[in-house]
């Protein structure tokens, strides 16, 4: 699958400027997490607290796939077993809403059970994982778009309201990073009331899109799914949009 610098060597973080918040990043194995929490919380604790949860749910899924093996490698939603853990229930539970199989939902799920954990003692947080986001925020934020050589990459942004309860923006592509993708979307971005349903539908939705013509298939299949809110396909110099998605221009130009 093509890669493009940015979204394997994850220069885009060099993007991260978000109002009063204070970012570190946490890595275990293939978990690379860019974290930014309100200035007036952080504590150099916080990092420990994020790489432990971390460690949790990394143990926690690896040693249930050692039971299910099946839950790595299915592309299409399965039944789990009675003692699944709760990160593979709520990838299982996004999966069947969105059609894919249960790893589509994994980094989505990650930085959404990691972000819930910092809510316990922050006020804001935003927890992005290989672009896959969880967002906490009593302020209006701006998430960059990335498409690839996609003439909107780093030009256009999504307006995020006040999201106190917490929420998911997702993208998949099948022109760049490393994910699994059917399609050849440049990129697919899903606003939703979790990370890890955001994140399986933006693979679900993605998978549709092989050509410009289908990038309305795409939308109609996401806006039907109970809990996405916005959806965003984008594939060359053309873009499709529903819902709660404000599109904003950025002024910025990409980060060398």
């Not at 993605?206 to 298939?217: H, P, Q, Y």
């Not at 799914?225 to 950025?250: F, H, N, R």
Request: glycine share 8%; with cysteine; net charge neutral.
């Amino acid at each position: 699958m093509k890669r493009q610098r940015g979204y394997v060597q994850r220069d885009y973080r060099a993007w991260h400027e978000g109002h009063n918040l204070h970012y570190f990043t946490v890595q275990v194995k293939q978990s690379d997490l860019a974290i930014g929490v309100d200035e007036q919380s952080y504590l150099d604790s916080l990092m420990s607290l994020c790489r432990n949860q971390l460690i949790k749910l990394r143990s926690e899924l690896e040693e249930y796939i050692k039971l299910q093996p099946l839950f790595q490698t299915t592309l299409l939603p399965i039944k789990l077993r009675s003692d699944a853990p709760e990160i593979a229930k709520r990838m299982s539970r996004a999966a069947h809403l969105a059609r894919v199989g249960p790893m589509a939902a994994v980094a989505g799920t990650i930085a959404e059970m990691v972000g819930e954990k910092l809510t316990e003692r922050c006020q804001e947080v935003v927890v992005e994982n290989g672009g896959d986001i969880y967002l906490k925020s009593s302020v209006e934020r701006v998430v960059a778009v990335f498409a690839g050589e996609s003439d909107f990459s780093y030009r256009i942004g999504i307006k995020i309201p006040v999201s106190s309860q917490g929420l998911g923006i997702c993208t998949s592509s099948g022109t760049v990073g490393h994910s699994l993708s059917l399609g050849r979307a440049d990129a697919v971005v899903i606003k939703a009331t979790s990370a890890a349903l955001a994140d399986a539908v933006a693979t679900g939705a993605g998978n549709m899109v092989s050509s410009k013509a289908e990038l309305v298939k795409a939308i109609d299949f996401a806006r039907d799914i109970p809990g996405v809110t916005g959806v965003l396909a984008i594939k060359g110099d053309q873009l499709a949009a529903w819902g709660e998605m404000e599109i904003v221009p950025l002024k910025r130009t990409e980060p060398s």
